[in-house]
């Protein structure tokens, strides 16, 4: 099965693959390496979704704000594929940054969101290394962001 079909079988619905707000790139292709720049929880009404996770936002909401941010990678990588996800041949890395109180020590299954949603679209290619990082704020105050590394055919 391609990964467009697989989409298509969980019943996901990919957001727009937004520009960058910023002096930078949405996404760099250097050799057959894809480099896709940090995307920020936002929700499927095009909502930030903002807070401090342990305060403001449970786990478990953490949890879907990240799967959000994986949906937003995986429609920047289909967006610099130019709409054929069957470029893709893995998933090298994705590093994710959580919005946490000092005491929160869940970022490994926040980022479990964008890491699940990946491997559930692009099986095997889709396992990865990551980083989870705690952060004390984010770009406009959002909960969640990761970028992601992925290898092309």
Do not use: W
Request: aromatic share 6%; with cysteine; charged share 25%.
């Amino acid at each position: 099965m391609n990964f467009d079909d697989k989409i298509k079988e969980l019943k996901i619905e990919l957001p727009e693959a937004k520009a960058p707000v910023g002096s930078y790139v949405a996404t760099k292709i250097s050799g057959k390496l894809l480099y896709v720049s940090g995307q920020i929880s936002i929700n499927s009404n095009g909502e930030l979704i903002k807070g401090k996770i342990g305060k403001d936002l449970t786990t478990d909401d953490a949890y879907k704000a990240a799967e959000r941010c994986g949906l937003s990678i995986v429609a920047q990588v289909k967006n610099a594929c130019d709409g054929d996800l069957s470029k893709v041949k893995s998933c090298i890395k994705l590093t994710g940054f959580v919005n946490s109180t000092e005491d929160f020590t869940e970022q490994p299954k926040v980022i479990n969101g964008a890491s699940d949603l990946i491997a559930s679209i692009f099986g095997e290619a889709g396992m990865h290394t990551r980083a989870a990082v705690s952060t004390n704020s984010l770009p406009l105050g959002v909960s969640v962001e990761v970028d992601a590394i992925f290898e092309l055919n």
